[in-house]
């Protein structure tokens, strides 16, 4: 699945709650909320501040996400301009609130308040800097990357001949194709849609940075990382500290695929000098979830039949055959345009309100009308829309909406339950101060519908008849994990290198002539996967990927892929379950269902860690419960390696061992 979203509650590239730093500085007298002055009152305590803010939060918020909302679904000059002031105004009032607030240092005041005030002070993406023309030049440039990336096309061909697609269809190649030069064709062509965006993005850089730097940070990367509750320098430990502990699961998979690819490939094809992964091979554009190479990499043939895919494609072609039939007769093209654009509509609303039994299965709210009636689920057919799946809470009061671009296949179907989990912490906090709105940190945001993914078991499948009669063998087991692996574990380095790469980017190590190199230095390292051919700085390969251009931190989503395995142990616990962590499935349970409700309802009023204590027992992010579900896959693995050279060449280093033998008696895995 895409472990994707956008900013978590002010939509695309608006910065979320909050500035970052300790700098002293004068202390304004007046407000600017909606262009007008107001004037803070005189002798205002700091919890009658807070209750301020969170009001003039609210009454800004709405207008905010609507103009961010049309700027992402209906791509133009117009829109773009729409979204770039509404984030002006705010950053600019963002500004003014952060001064104020430093007016209270040293005061006492309630704990709630002393939480909000420093949530306030942490938390944005986008640090805006105080000079107006800057910030002004920011905004501009934030909306246009982000427009830039949605109206990408990649054309071939001239006149009659002439093609162009867009990223939903050069994805398509990568998913079903198997011909090596096709596929390279789409992967290099959606990578062209970023060269453009080099010299916007390297501007971008120089202005966060300044924004950062009026906060008193060293610059933007350093600010991000003080957002956990936790030193810059401790998060940087903590993300080394938990790779350590997945590391050498996903070196094993990695050995694995590449063997598989050789075999389908050829040595010659099948990997790139140094054994790293041919990055156009792997069935997704940027390399971070290999699902779609079930086709070559599934460990045994007709051992529980896990075609999700196509089921789904089933569906739709019955949602199509239902709308022939209701519009029987003459059809000119247009008509039949229609029909399928009708069709593609109702196959994904029901993949959607699937999703959505799962969560009320738990005793969760059903999705208000207005979610139906305002979510974008497909791709319409008369403009440019951002594709990129997210989630939206547009007032804080129940408007939430998804926006996708939906097709009837296995990675939009989890995304959707990816996504849904957004707005069920959307939902659950809007009972909260706006500046209590948030996740516990930004991994549990994305690890709450990932949660309900791994509850997506072969059983659940089945029963809501999407795959056949499970066969109960070894053999069904490791394809059930593999399937899982190949969306969990394959993403773990990809979510830890893009925010190394921009941390370089941030605090100068990487330079603007080597943005290119850099990225792919890291892509080698962390993920053991290179381009076939040379990708040098005439390149901006970073701004193919949404995350870069749109500016959304990335390192929530690794954080997620560990967080998810917690909270999914934990909430089966809950459940009273006491198989094997990998079969259970807590659909249905109303127990586990409350713990979680619990937990979401929270939001952002209390420190992260205390939230997790009272889900799983436990203070601390820890890897211990992905090794615990991945037990069975990783002894298989090792055995299918043995042998092998495994572990990869980056920069003439080896980054991994080679593959392990397999130990005398099989790993089980280890509750408690």
């Known amino acids: 699945m895409k472990p994707v979203r956008a900013l978590l509650a002010l939509g695309i590239t608006a910065a979320v709650i909050g500035l970052a730093g300790c700098k002293k500085e004068p202390t304004p007298t007046t407000t600017t909320t909606g262009g007008t002055a107001a004037t803070a009152p005189a002798g205002e305590t700091a919890d009658q501040f807070i209750a301020r803010v969170n009001d003039e939060y609210r009454k800004m918020f709405p207008e905010m996400s609507a103009a961010q909302w049309l700027s992402s679904t209906y791509i133009n000059d117009d829109s773009q301009l729409l979204a770039a002031k509404a984030n002006e105004r705010y950053l600019a009032q963002l500004n003014s609130w952060i001064e104020q607030s430093q007016r209270f240092e040293g005061q006492q005041m309630s704990p709630a308040t002393a939480r909000a005030i420093q949530l306030l002070k942490l938390g944005t993406s986008m640090p ?100 956990y509750d936790m030193s810059p320098a401790e998060m940087s430990a903590e993300t080394d500290r938990l790779w350590g502990q997945v590391k050498p699961l996903y070196e094993q998979l990695h050995c694995y695929a590449r063997t598989r690819l050789e075999a389908k490939y050829g040595d010659d094809k099948g990997h790139v000098t140094g054994n790293m992964l041919p990055a156009h091979l792997m069935g997704n554009m940027w390399q971070q979830d290999w699902g779609n190479l079930w086709d070559i990499l599934a460990p045994y043939q007709n051992a529980g039949s896990l075609d999700i895919t196509a089921a789904l494609e089933s569906q739709y072609q019955a949602a199509y055959d239902a709308q022939l039939v209701k519009h029987a007769g003459q059809r000119t093209p247009t008509d039949l345009a229609q029909i399928e654009q009708d069709a593609k509509l109702a196959s994904a609303k029901l993949m959607t309100e699937r999703a959505q039994d799962f969560y009320t299965s738990l005793g969760m709210q059903k999705l208000p009308a207005s979610y139906w009636d305002k979510t974008q689920f497909i791709k319409p057919r008369d403009r440019d829309v951002v594709c990129h799946a997210s989630a939206w809470d547009m007032n804080m009061a129940g408007d939430v909406r998804t926006k996708m671009c939906i097709k009837p296949n296995e990675e939009d179907f989890t995304t959707i339950y990816h996504e849904l989990g957004h707005i069920y912490y959307d939902l659950a906090y809007n009972k909260q101060p706006p ?54 574990v394959s993403f773990l380095p990809f979510g830890l290198m893009i925010d190394r790469w921009r941390w370089g980017v941030f605090d100068g190590s990487i330079k603007p002539g080597e943005y290119n190199k850099a990225w792919w230095d890291l892509k080698a390292k962390y993920q053991g996967v290179a381009p ?141």
């Open 128 to 227: 805006p800097p105080k000079d107006p023309a800057k910030l002004e030049e920011l905004t501009k440039i934030a909306s246009k990357l982000e427009g830039m990336y949605g109206a990408g096309t990649y054309c071939t061909g001239d006149g009659d001949a002439k093609k162009c697609r867009q990223l939903g269809e050069l994805e398509d190649v990568l998913r079903s194709s198997r011909d090596y030069d096709t596929q390279l064709d789409a992967w290099q062509g959606w990578h062209t849609i970023a060269q453009p965006m080099r010299k916007d993005y390297t501007r971008f850089v120089e202005l966060v940075n300044d924004g950062a730097h009026d906060l008193g940070f060293a610059d933007t990367g350093e600010m991000w990382r003080s957002g």
């Open 435 to 488: 500046l209590f709105q948030q996740g516990a940190h930004d991994g549990f945001h994305e690890a709450i519908g990932d949660t309900i993914v791994l509850s997506m078991t072969p059983k659940y499948l089945q029963s809501i008849g999407l795959v056949g009669d499970q066969q109960q063998s070894n053999e069904a087991l490791i394809n059930a994990q593999m399937r899982m692996a190949l969306a969990k």
């Open 532 to 672: 076939v051919s040379a990708r040098g700085e005439d390149y901006f390969d970073a701004g193919a990927k949404y995350h870069v251009p749109g500016n959304t931190p990335y390192t929530r989503y690794f954080l997620s892929h560990v967080l998810q395995f917690q909270f999914y142990k934990a909430l089966c616990d809950s459940a009273g379950y006491k198989g094997p962590l990998y079969e259970c499935s807590f659909y249905g349970n109303k127990e586990a269902g409350a713990r979680f409700q619990a937990m979401l309802d929270k939001g952002a009023s209390q420190p992260w860690q205390k939230t997790m204590k009272e889900l799983t027992g436990g203070e601390k992010m820890d890897a211990s419960a992905v090794l615990e579900y991945f037990a069975p896959l990783q002894t298989w693995l090792k055995q299918q390696n043995e042998g092998k050279t495994c572990g990869w060449q980056a920069n003439g280093t080896a980054a991994a061992a080679p593959a392990a033998k397999p130990e005398a008696k099989p790993e089980t895995a280890k509750k408690g």
